[in-house]
C-alpha cells in the first residue's frame, strides 16, 4: 500500500523525526512559537504620517455679520414712564381781575382797547372845552343857533397838540389854528384869543393860559372854534 508522509509548514518532518509522545529537543527544526507583541501604547512623539487629503478652495466674499445679541425679556429693565408735569393750582386771587388804578377811569369812564387787556391811564388833572362846529364863527352869525361837542382835554396839553388833536390840518403856512369865543348873552359872541401851529405861543400848556381844571365846574367852559385866519 501507499506510504504517507507528514511535513511541519517548516518543511521538516513532525517532531523532529522522533516516534510521537517522545519530547522534542530544541533546535533548528524545532518551532517555538514567538511570544504576542506587547500592547500598543501611544507615543506623543510618535511621528504621524500627514495625510493627503482634498483641500476646499479658499472662499471669496464677506463674510455675514454675527446676529445681534438679544437679552431676555426677564434681564431688561422696565421701562420709566415719567408723567407729564400737573398744572399748577390757580390761587384764590387769579380768579378774580385785579382792580383798576383810580387813573384808569375819569368821572368814573374807562377806555378800554380792542385788545380787551389794555385800559387808559389818564392824567391827573383836565379842563372842559366846547368845540364848535368847523370854521364856524359864531361873532359873525349872532343868534344863530350851531353844533359844538364837549371834551375832556388834560390841562398839561400844549395849544399845539390841542389844535392839531381837533383836527386842524397842518397846512404849509401854518395859519391853521383856534380862537377862544366868548359868550356875552342874547346869542352873541366876540372873538378872543387867536393860537396858530406857527406861533411859539402855542407850545405854551392850558392850564399856563388859563384852560384850567376850573374850567367847567366852577368857571364857564372853554368854547373854541378851529378856522384858518
Known sequence: MPRTHYTTTHGGPPNGGRPPGMPGRTGYN????PPPPPPYTPNPTHFVPFAFQSIPPPFIGFLPL???????FALMPPPVVVPPPSPPSPSPESKERPKDPPGAKLEGAKVSFSDGTSTYIFPEKHTRIHLMGFEHQPWDHPGERFKFTVHKVPCMMTIK????QLGAPDDADGQRGIVECINVGDGRWIKGSVFKLSE??????LEEIGWDESRGSTREPTWLAVYKA
Not at 454675527?66 to 431676555?72: E, V
Open 66 to 72: 454675527p446676529p445681534p445679541l438679544i437679552y431676555p
Open 161 to 164: 397838540e390841542l389844535i392839531r
Open 30 to 33: 524545532t518551532f517555538v512559537e
Open 200 to 205: 411859539d405861543k402855542s407850545k405854551q400848556k
